[in-house]
Each structure stands twice: as C-alpha cells, then as structure tokens.
C-alpha cells in the first residue's frame, strides 16, 4: 500500500468510502454487514488505514455499521472520518446534538477527520453565518481533542470554495473534492486544486471513478489506453491520473463490492503517475466523451446581453450539461434551489434572442425548457 505524508501521520494513499457498500435486496438502507465486513477486513489487512462516513449516508446507517465493523480494531490501527450534514438545512442549528449523536453512532471518543460536508451554493450562506455557530462548535470540539483534524468536503464552485476559505481557511487542514480526470475540465476541478494549492491545503479525492462511470469505457477509448499501457485496467487509469496530481493526499473509493476493492487495493500497491503522453491522451478521451453528450457552450457570454429576463444562461447550461452528462445526480437541482426563482430556467420565455447571437448556435430556448422539466 502506498502511503502519504499527512503532517505526522502516515495515511493510506486508498481510502475506503463507505458510501456504497453493500446491500440487500437493492434496499439503499439494509447494508450487507457480513459483505461490508469481509471488506473491511481485508482492507484493514492490506493497509488501508482511511475510512471516510457520513450522517446521511446508506440513509444514515452507514456511521452505525462503521462504527460496529471498526470496533474490534486497536483505535490506532484506523483514521475515521465523518462530516456535518449541512447539505440540509434543516441541520444548521444543530451541530451538537449531531455531532454526540456520530460520537455514539460510531462507537468512539474522537474523530480523527471531520468536514463540513458539501460546501456549495445552496449552503454557503448559512454555513457562513454566526448565528448557527457551527464554525466556533466545531474549533471547540477540535481544541477538546474530539476531533483531530478538521476540513471540509465541496460540490460547489470555485467561487464557492473560496468564500468558504476567505472565512475560515486558516483553520482548514484539508479539503475533499471531486476530482477525476472527466471533472479537470468539466467541473473545473483543476481550478479548485489550484485554489487550495494556494491555501496549502492538501486534496482528499471524492469520485475518483464519477461513480463508476470511468470504471469501463467504449472499446475505442479502452483500446487507445491499452496501446498506451497493456498490462493497465481501466480503472486504474483514474487512479494513475490522481497518482500525477502531488496535491492529492488520500483517494476515496467507495466500492460495492469485494473484487473492486481487491482491483483498486492491488491498484495501489504502487505509483505509476502519468506521463505527458499518456496524460494528454487520456484528457483527450474524456475531450471526446463530453463531446457527445453536452451543449458546446463557451462562456462568451454574447447571450446574457440580449436576455430580456437576465439570466446568467452560461452557467446555467454547465449545469444543464452535468446534469445531462450525470443523467441526473443531485448537483444540478442543488444549484437550482439556491437561485431565485426569477433565475432558474423555467423563467426563459422562449424568446429567442439569444439564440440569435450564439455564435454555436444552440438551440437555449429548448434546452432551458428540457432542464426544467428534469428537474421539476
């Protein structure tokens, strides 16, 4: 197992997720716990020492089956880390009860890694507000030595992110992101890991795989990679790529199953970073695989001038185009409900101005229409 260098810890450079164990019957909430078990079990015997939870995950049993699988090991032997669900706000105003309640969910004294979890647009001012005191709650509990280290997790943009740091950065160790070679452009994930570059805030990795959609790949593109690298999986070339970035400290996968987790532990028996030609090869697939399925929007912004209602339309069509690209998710309609209503795109009243001077001429007036109706 590969290890990195985590101020004077050793972290498994593999972190297992646990927001996609196993299940019966299908069912999101009955985790398989003889399965999840055998996992843990070998994880733990290969050296993965990360595991990552969360209140919502598995709908909410995922930090109770953790906690219960974890129990029989020495607590030195494990980093654990669970977050603050301030993905809903309904929890803003209630960080100590939540945060006792994870303490007993998952059977131990302290946290080794806490986050704020999902700093996005929908959040951000709240999680930035005095009033609900999470900041200072969770300083205090980290001063108390029940948490260790403290971070936080961000599906939002950019701009998003770096409020949250113009806040609070100073105290910041980490910060988990999406972040696969699809997302360094897509989701602009590459100006994120710049951004904490700048903060010296090291990467955790969420959706390494964008939940297993880079696991397999047309023929064309695999047989591409196979010229490149025949002994290579697949899979392993998304790790291969995190494997390039330095800023990246622990990857979090969060397999379903034994043999992806046998495939990715033997994945990081070693680093095998990306050259230049292999990296611009595999960037240039995932060029190809965006192309076929989302708007070629530039950004030229030629559009908003001529909108009579004042929609921000290039923003929302990189939303429109992951939402297309993810065939649903939930960052998307997230984004959504932290516009104003007079925002969203249901406001568009088919006008067509716009259209009339993009110079990719997409058709704005249909796809505005189209991302209303999949997210009502």
């Known amino acids: 197992m590969i290890y990195r260098k985590f101020k004077d810890l050793e972290l498994s450079a593999l972190g297992?997720?646990?927001?996609?164990l196993p299940v019966i019957c299908g069912k999101d909430g009955m985790i398989d716990e003889a399965a999840a078990g055998k996992m843990v079990a070998y994880a733990m015997e290969k050296g993965v020492n990360y595991y990552d939870t969360a209140w919502g995950y598995h709908e909410g049993q995922s930090e109770l089956v953790m906690g219960k699988l974890l129990k029989p090991y020495p607590r030195k032997d494990f980093y654990l880390a669970t977050k603050f669900p301030g993905y809903d706000l309904s929890n803003m105003d209630k960080v100590q009860p939540i945060f006792e309640e994870q303490l007993r969910k998952c059977q131990v004294?302290?946290?080794d890694f806490y986050l704020f979890h999902n700093v996005c647009e929908?959040?951000?001012d709240a999680y930035l507000d005095e009033r609900y005191g999470i900041y200072p709650y969770l300083m205090e509990q980290k001063k108390a030595g029940r948490i260790r280290?403290?971070?936080f997790s961000a599906h939002g943009s950019a701009e998003v992110m770096k409020r949250f740091l113009e806040a609070y950065g100073k105290d910041m160790e980490f910060c988990q992101i999406q972040l696969n070679y699809l997302d360094w452009s897509f989701q602009d994930a590459k100006a994120k890991a710049e951004l904490l570059k700048e903060y010296h805030i090291p990467v955790w990795v969420m959706e390494p795989l964008r939940g297993g959609r880079l696991a397999s790949l047309p023929e064309e593109y695999a047989e591409a990679l196979r010229r490149l690298r025949p002994q290579e999986t697949i899979p392993a070339w998304a790790f291969r790529?995190?494997?390039t970035i330095p800023e990246v400290t622990v990857t979090l996968s969060g397999m379903s199953n034994f043999e992806q987790l046998k495939e990715n532990i033997d994945t990081f028996q070693e680093e095998k970073p990306l050259n230049e030609e292999e990296l611009k090869a595999l960037l240039g697939?995932?060029?190809?695989?965006l192309e076929k399925k989302v708007l070629p929007c530039t950004a030229c912004r030629y559009c908003t001038a001529h909108c009579p209602k004042g929609l921000d339309i290039p923003s929302l069509l990189s939303l429109y185009n992951e939402h297309l690209f993810t065939e649903g998710g939930f960052i998307a309609p997230m984004a959504?409900?932290?516009l104003p209503e007079e925002k969203r795109p249901?406001?568009?009243i088919g006008c067509r101005s716009c259209e009339a001077v993009c110079p990719q001429q997409i058709k704005i007036s249909e796809a505005m229409k189209d991302f209303t109706e999949r997210t009502k």
């Open 149 to 151: 280290h403290l971070g």
């Open 241 to 243: 790529f995190l494997q």
């Open 336 to 338: 959504m409900k932290a």
């Open 122 to 124: 929908m959040n951000i």
């Open 285 to 289: 697939i995932a060029g190809k695989m």
């Open 346 to 348: 249901e406001a568009c």
């Open 16 to 20: 297992m997720g646990a927001m996609r």
């Open 109 to 111: 004294e302290y946290f």
